[in-house]
């Protein structure tokens, strides 16, 4: 079993930056592969961007791709989501997830999940 437990979202203006941050306390978090999705009022949730187990390998979805970044510390047992010029498109309960196989940009590939986090960009 994996818990985690995401943080750093917020309410922000157009342009600004949020670094959401993913800690999974104790288990082995290092050999699996983590995602970072979306859901919007009303909206499927969406896959963001994903990062194999040693950080060699990252993938971000295209509405995001150049503004996101995603990276991981397996020392800290935590996963990182930069997010720069934030647009209200953006807005969205942001959740981490992590993967025993490979990544993918699934939500069903993905084994555990954390609790959300918001994030509101205001125009």
């Known amino acids: 079993q994996v818990q985690l437990v995401e943080s750093g979202g917020g309410l922000v203006q157009v342009g600004d930056s949020l670094r959401l941050s993913c800690a999974a306390p104790?288990?082995?978090?290092?050999?699996?592969?983590m995602g970072w999705f979306r859901q919007a009022p009303g909206k499927e949730r969406e896959f963001v961007a994903a990062?194999?187990?040693?950080?060699?390998?990252?993938d971000y979805a295209d509405a995001v791709k150049g503004r996101f970044t995603v990276s991981r510390d397996n020392a800290k047992n935590t996963v990182y989501l930069q997010m720069n010029s934030l647009q209200p498109e953006d807005t969205a309960v942001y959740y981490c997830?992590?993967?025993?196989?490979?990544?993918?940009?699934?939500?069903?590939?993905?084994?555990?999940w954390g609790q959300g986090t918001q994030v509101t960009v205001s125009s």
């Open positions: 997830a992590a993967a025993r196989g490979f990544w993918s940009i699934v939500v069903q590939a993905y084994d555990y």
């Open positions: 104790g288990g082995t978090f290092s050999i699996y592969a």
């Open positions: 990062i194999n187990w040693r950080a060699s390998s990252t």
